[in-house]
T-cell receptor, first 114, second 114 residues
Framework: DGGITQSPKYLFRKEGQNVTLSCEQNLNHDAMYWYRQDPGQGLRLIYYSQIVNDFQKGDIAEGYSVSREKKESFPLTVTSAQKNPTAFYLC?????????????FGDGTRLSIL | ELKVEQNPLFLSMQEGKNYTIYCNYSTTSDRLYWYRQDPGKSLESLFV?????AVKQEGRLMASLDTKARLSTLHITAAVHDLSATYFC??????????????FGQGTRLTINP
């Protein structure tokens, strides 16, 4: 079955540490996205990528970085510059051909500070 | 800047009753998506609405879009406990080729009591 796999499910970050969240999809989608969700809130866009080797900042990119070296993979690094990283992080993907296909979401990674 | 507002944010209702969730947005768009999220879980796509007057129905849920009023509604008919979840609307800013730049509402937490 096609889908999006995020790992790990839970992650703990120490002060001053960078951590990387994995996102892999086998849906053959061109576009991929990273969102942050805080308790009781909607999703906010961190970064998105329309195609391999290209990505754009979303609304809250500060303190985060991404790469898109392969179509299937879009890892997110939460850097030490992100002072409030505790949140639920969701990766999504969508087909290039049009708005009639909704974004598909992974199961998320819950990040906490130690 | 596109803003998306849902109301109510919390809704507690009894089984068998009908109710409507409203999603207002601030700038022109004809691409609106409804998602469902169970506690601690990912987002599941419910409806894709792509034109003025669009109406989609699935079981006890019906969604509609009025692009002139910048309003979408999600109507629940004869609610059952299984529909308890948080419901999000998301509007596409529509400015990106090959990707969807979604702005999410805050979510409506729906609790259906026996």
């Amino acid at each position: 079955d096609g889908g999006i796999t995020q790992s790990p499910k839970y992650l703990f970050r120490k002060e001053g540490q960078n951590v990387t969240l994995s996102c892999e999809q086998n849906l053959n989608h061109d576009a991929m996205y990273w969102y942050r969700q805080d308790p009781g809130q909607g999703l906010r866009l961190i970064y998105y990528s329309q195609i391999v080797n290209d990505f754009q900042k979303g609304d809250i990119a500060e303190g985060y970085s991404v790469s898109r070296e392969k179509k299937e993979s879009f890892p997110l690094t939460v850097t030490s510059a992100q002072k409030n990283p505790t949140a639920f992080y969701l990766c999504a993907s969508s087909a290039r051909q049009g708005p009639n296909q909704p974004q598909h979401f992974g199961d998320g990674t819950r990040l906490s500070i130690l | 800047e596109l803003k998306v507002e849902q109301n109510p944010l919390f809704l507690s209702m009894q089984e068998g009753k009908n109710y409507t969730i409203y999603c207002n947005y601030s700038t022109t768009s004809d691409r609106l998506y409804w998602y469902r999220q169970d506690p601690g879980k990912s987002l599941e796509s419910l409806f894709v609405l792509l034109s003025n007057g669009a109406v989609k129905q699935e079981g006890r849920l019906m969604a509609s879009l009025d692009t002139k009023a910048r309003l979408s509604t999600l109507h629940i008919t004869a609610a059952v406990h299984d529909l308890s979840a948080t419901y999000f609307c998301a509007v596409d800013e529509g400015r990106i080729q090959g990707a969807q730049k979604l702005v999410f509402g805050q979510g409506t937490r729906l609790t259906i009591n026996p």
